[in-house]
């Protein structure tokens, strides 16, 4: 992802279900603030489990100035090797 003008918070959080309360939710990446307004920020989240998986940009920390934010999200399954190329 990247921000303009300036840098943005980024945060991914893990909830099981809808019915989950956000305070039992498990946070994978901490809120952190990321000069992506510089460079463009890339990584992954390996999935382990079912359940919503929240991307967060925050922007709290800017009083007065806006931001956009452009981001690319791409969700790939997982190859599963089972051994069938051997004879």
Request: aromatic letters at 12%.
């Amino acid at each position: 992802f990247s921000s303009d003008p300036k840098s943005i918070s980024f945060s991914v959080v893990y909830q099981e279900s809808e019915d989950t309360p956000l305070d039992q939710c498990k946070v994978l990446i901490p809120m952190t603030r990321c000069n992506s307004h510089k460079e463009t920020i890339r990584g992954q989240v390996k999935v382990r489990n079912p359940g919503i998986y929240t991307l967060i940009f925050d922007n709290t920390f800017s009083r007065f100035i806006s931001k956009r934010v452009f981001y690319h999200l791409a969700v790939e399954r997982p190859v599963i090797y089972d051994g069938s190329d051997f004879p």
